[in-house]
């Protein structure tokens, strides 16, 4: 019986793998110091697990970026517009992959699976596949050479990887395009000596049809017959498996399996239909997602279940999936109250968590009967803290059948009432809420935490920030104002520091995508309002202009998601806490004279089950959240909602539900792709299609500003049609921000000007 990780957080302790990046990207570290700067990194993050005592360390997992752009780039797969030659793909292509060109826009970036995480999308555009560079090769024998770990390496299946891609036609023969290189990568490895390779194929938690899993047997047949001597460890994760049957019967030589985020179903399964015998497990039985402490008893407790039909000695224990979700440590977590830290396990103390079960399932409950007193008494101690019994937010979610969760009058009629209300022109402009965030203003807000501004200097210079946008939006002409969030850190993490329920961690970062990192809160107790939030900043920046200024809210399904929750209550009690909490926001804002609100909801669509049979009750709680947030308000109050990267057309009947009088959309790097699903589905309320990309620090082009706006008038209403970017500009720099408005503006008013000559 062995123990295993699937994965580490690349980012370091103190996020110093971000700080390396964008020294790098900024000119003020060179390549070779920066390499190595990476290369101490990575080392660390595998001899820390060495120490921990873990039997199979992962390799190959670490990444300068993302883990899917490596496997495009070892397969030479490199968007036709960045001018690759051929060969081992150089670090400067790689970035400009990731993060575009002057002249080339960056490859698309979605949601991996129903995390927070994103990965940048492989191009599939007639380039054929080669195998340029065998990374799990040269991580496992740096591992090997500099630490003495004989690791197992990582990478991506073939049938997931080209799943997540795009651009191509036929998936069996794209896939078989990828078998002979997968092929040569395995024979390399067993070349070497590697005892196992852990093939992630988390695609097969999803919903497949019978013909894509029959794809399965053939595909791993022909690995099998390439490499019959190395280990094959065929890993899923994030739900259970269909075809359980089909998939267990493989030519492989241990299955993967997650036994946290399977509704029991995996579980179900190995009781009905067994486990080979030829074959070893790998048990993931604790949460490689969220940051609670396990209880060790009833994990050893699944665990002796599980090997009730599976013999220890075919048994590995492991997380449920790879740890770079979670962040890396509690230990540095100083600030936390007693009953909050002892509940927590981040990455380290998960890793500590897996050797305890391992030793508790070789030897006995009694070896670890000091571990498990030590779980029940902090798991118990939290469960009946002041926290959790907040009987006024309990007796409020009782009552939740007399709130109404419904607008006065459909949108239609609000329609009407709003644009007599506000009067504005055709196709009107605006910004999704966010301004650049500069190095000043972080500095300023640093010394305001560490007391060394008083509230009143910090609010003085928050106050010139939002004066000093007021006036560039006014410069720039456009039609519907924000307030620039100058106040705020994270979207998710401002409202959490004002909400009661709600902790932050001191270093509990995690990745979101490339050099991005958040700091999710901790949902730990009864979420409850306690003061206005918005409020003061939004009737400020109101004040200093005639337009209008939107009020921006982040929304509680994305608050939800974008948080470390509470496992003790259903996730969607949770979120109707949250809910009920930011209606009482959003009245305020009316109140004070905000009539248009913004209440962001990016993560929606991430949440969603992997399985379309669980879609339903996930979208309608989502919607009713929504819904209980924003209908207070009067007919003349418009409100706002924005989303990220969403495949509209999976969700588009829940988004049309959620009634809010204008969605944005990020869509700027599909290409206008998206469009496809309002050709073939109605919607009819007011949206704004991102008409161009904020991630990449180009500024866009009038003709191709104005070629996006054009085409989405080809499907949609122009007088539903608004015009903004496709996200907020927090990350973006003043000039290019400036520059990049001024082209949407022109373009917006060429556009217009043709559809008043056309009327």
Excluded at 19 to 24: I, R
Excluded at 397 to 407: D, G, K, M
Excluded at 534 to 556: D, I, N, R
Excluded at 610 to 617: Q, V
């Amino acid at each position: 019986m062995k123990s295993s990780n699937l994965g580490y957080p690349r980012i370091g302790e103190k996020r110093e793998w971000k700080k390396a990046l964008e020294q790098f990207w900024t000119g003020k570290l060179e390549k070779e110091p920066f390499l190595k700067q990476m290369e101490e990194i990575r080392l660390k993050h595998l001899q820390k697990q060495k120490d921990q005592g873990i039997d199979l360390i992962p390799v190959g997992d670490f990444s300068l970026y993302d883990h899917v752009l490596d496997t495009a780039v070892m397969f030479g797969l490199v968007p036709k517009r960045f001018n690759y030659r051929g060969g081992k793909v150089s670090l400067e292509t790689y970035f400009e992959i990731a993060r575009g060109t002057k002249d080339a826009v960056a490859a698309e970036m979605t949601k991996w699976f129903n995390t927070n995480y994103h990965y940048i999308v492989p191009e599939q555009d007639q380039t054929v596949p080669t195998l340029v560079e065998n990374r799990p090769l040269q991580f496992y024998k740096e591992a090997k050479q500099k630490l003495g770990i004989k690791g197992k390496p990582v990478i991506i299946g073939p049938v997931t990887f080209v799943k997540l891609s795009k651009g191509y036609t036929n998936l069996k023969t794209v896939i078989h395009q990828f078998i002979p290189l997968y092929a040569e990568i395995l024979r390399e490895l067993q070349a070497e000596g590697v005892d196992w390779v852990q093939v992630d194929e988390p695609i097969l938690t999803t919903s497949l049809s019978r013909e894509e899993v029959e794809l399965f047997a053939d595909v791993y047949q022909k690995l099998h017959d390439a490499a019959p001597n190395v280990n094959i460890l065929l890993q899923t994760y994030f739900d259970s498996i269909d075809y359980y049957e089909k998939i267990i019967s493989l030519p492989v030589q241990g299955i993967g399996l997650d036994f946290i985020h399977d509704r029991g179903e995996n579980l179900a399964s190995l009781k009905k239909f067994g486990f080979p015998e030829d074959k070893v497990l790998a048990a993931g039985i604790l949460d490689g997602r969220n940051i609670w402490r396990a209880n060790l008893d009833e994990k050893l407790s699944l665990l002796s279940e599980i090997a009730e039909i599976v013999p220890k000695d075919r048994l590995i224990v492991q997380p449920s999936s790879s740890l770079f979700h979670v962040p890396v440590t509690v230990k540095s977590e100083d600030k936390l109250e007693e009953v909050l830290k002892n509940s927590l396990s981040f990455a380290d103390e998960k890793l500590r968590e897996v050797i305890v079960l391992t030793k508790g399932l070789r030897l006995g409950k009694d070896s670890i009967q000091e571990e498990i007193v030590s779980s029940t008494k902090a798991i118990k101690a939290l469960n009946e803290s002041t926290f959790r019994n907040n009987q006024q937010v309990q007796n409020d979610i009782q009552n939740l059948a007399s709130v109404r969760a419904e607008r006065e009058v459909p949108f239609n009629i609000r329609q009407a009432i709003q644009e007599t209300t506000f009067q504005l022109p055709l196709l009107p402009t605006t910004t999704i809420g966010s301004f650049p965030q500069t190095q000043e203003v972080r500095k300023q807000r640093k010394l305001w935490r560490k007391g060394e501004l008083t509230d009143a200097e910090y609010e003085k210079y928050i106050n010139a920030e939002i004066k000093k946008w007021i006036e560039i939006q006014e410069m720039l002409g456009l039609d519907v104002f924000v307030h620039g969030e100058f106040e705020r850190t994270d979207m998710v993490e401002y409202f959490g520091e004002k909400l009661a329920g709600f902790q932050f961690t001191k270093y509990g970062w995690v990745q979101s995508y490339g050099s991005r990192c958040v700091k999710p809160p901790l949902i730990y107790g009864d979420v409850s309002f306690q003061d206005p939030m918005t409020v003061k900043e939004t009737v400020y920046a109101q004040s200093l202009t005639e337009k209008h200024v939107k009020g921006m809210l982040t929304g509680p399904i994305t608050i939800l998601n974008w948080s470390f929750v509470r496992d003790d209550i259903p996730r969607f009690e949770v979120v109707n806490q949250i809910a009920l909490a930011l209606r009482k926001e959003v009245e305020l804002l009316e109140v004070n004279g905000i009539s248009m609100i913004q209440v962001d909801e990016p993560a929606l669509r991430e949440g969603l089950p992997l399985k379309r049979e669980n879609w339903d009750s996930y979208l309608n709680a989502a919607v009713y959240a929504f819904k209980l947030s924003t209908t207070s308000v009067r007919n003349e109050t418009q409100i706002h909602t924005h989303m990220c990267y969403a495949n509209f057309e999976d969700i588009i009947d829940a988004i049309n539900a959620l009634d809010a009088d204008v969605i944005s959309i990020e869509t700027s790097r599909s290409h206008g792709e998206l469009l496809s699903a309002f050709e073939e589905n109605t919607y009819d309320k007011g949206i704004g299609l991102g008409v161009y990309d904020i991630h990449s620090p180009r500024v866009p082009a009038l003709e191709e500003i104005t070629k996006n706006i054009e085409r989405a008038l080809q499907v949609l209403e122009p007088k539903l049609f608004w015009i903004n970017p496709d996200c907020g500009l927090k990350t973006r720099g003043l000039e290019e921000t400036v520059a990049a408005l001024e082209v949407m503006v022109e373009a917006a008013e060429q556009v217009r000007e043709k559809l008043v000559v056309k009327k």
